[in-house]
């Protein structure tokens, strides 16, 4: 069974990947697919003669890699979305008070209290 070969056509291809690497392969990715359940690392490189294989690995190797720092990035981003939320919140609460006072000061205390009852509306809602 291991002595199956499958050559790619073509003068200068010196591809030969025989069944016990695609069944290498195969192994790597049922221990990959484990090890991404369980949020782990990837397993290591399997020892093999087939560089086309080797690539495939590889290849599922860097866009796990990829993957990962784009995840890293979407949490940060996240984090700071929420912490600009709550600075612009702050931002609107002394807007708001600043202009409450504003009103008092001008003797508007009914108006005063209006922007006071609004902020309240929106900061509950």
Do not use: C
């Not at 359940?37 to 990829?66: M, Y």
């Not at 931002?91 to 006072?101: F, K, M, T």
């Not at 309240?120 to 809602?125: C, K």
Request: charged share 30%; aromatic share 4%.
């Amino acid at each position: 069974m291991e002595d199956l070969v499958i050559e790619e056509e073509g003068a200068s291809s010196a591809l030969k990947i025989t069944l016990g690497d695609v069944l290498v392969f195969i192994n790597w990715m049922n221990q990959t697919e484990k090890s991404l359940d369980r949020a782990e690392a990837l397993p290591t490189l399997p020892d093999l003669d087939s560089g086309k294989v080797k690539g495939w690995i590889q290849l599922v190797q860097r866009l796990e890699e990829r993957f990962r720092r784009s995840e890293e990035k979407k949490l940060a981003l996240e984090a700071n979305v929420i912490a600009h939320e709550a600075q612009l919140g702050r931002l609107l609460s002394h807007l708001h008070a600043n202009i409450a006072s504003l009103y008092d000061n001008l003797g508007r205390s009914q108006k005063a209290e209006e922007v006071r009852r609004r902020a309240e509306a929106l900061h509950i809602g």
